[in-house]
């Protein structure tokens, strides 16, 4: 297993758990990236952009300063083509939408809060993904 790394996939679950949770007792808020972003460009949201930004900010410059103090964290090989990749994505954002929420809102804050809607869209982007994996693996030999 070359991309076997319990210590630094622990500490990350941990830290995940433990901002969800202060972000649950202290603002009442699940975090749930997808609709912490999209509250920033709904325009009923008025009064409720500026934590949002700061936020989603800090996810951002975290990442940045990661990237610059550890780069190796960030180098990854990615085999399929650039076609491939925006369709993954357009895919998993629409998929956000119709779910109403991501993997940070139902499988971190709804799973833990024993909420039965997270537990089944969890279940269905979890089969969703294996089963997208299995067909690109099987069905196209891996070359999209």
């Known amino acids: 297993m070359e991309n076997f790394t319990p210590i630094a996939s622990l500490a990350g679950g941990i830290l995940i758990g433990l901002s969800a949770t202060v972000m649950l007792l202290l603002h009442g808020r699940v975090t749930g990236i997808t609709g912490i972003t999209a509250g920033l460009i709904d325009k009923r949201a008025r009064g409720d952009i ?74 269905s982007f979890m089969a969703a993904g294996a089963a997208t994996v299995f067909v690109i693996q099987t069905v196209f030999a891996g070359a999209l």
């Not at 369709?87 to 629409?94: D, H, I, Y």
């Open 50 to 123: 500026l934590w949002r930004a700061l936020f989603i900010g800090g996810l951002v410059a975290t990442g940045l300063v990661v990237g610059l103090w550890a780069p190796q964290a960030f180098r990854v090989e990615i085999d399929r083509s650039v076609w491939a990749i925006l369709a993954a994505g357009l895919l998993v954002g629409f998929g956000t939408r119709l779910g109403s929420g991501c993997t940070s809102g139902h499988g971190v804050c709804g799973l833990s809060r024993l909420a039965p809607r997270s537990l089944v869209a969890t279940g």
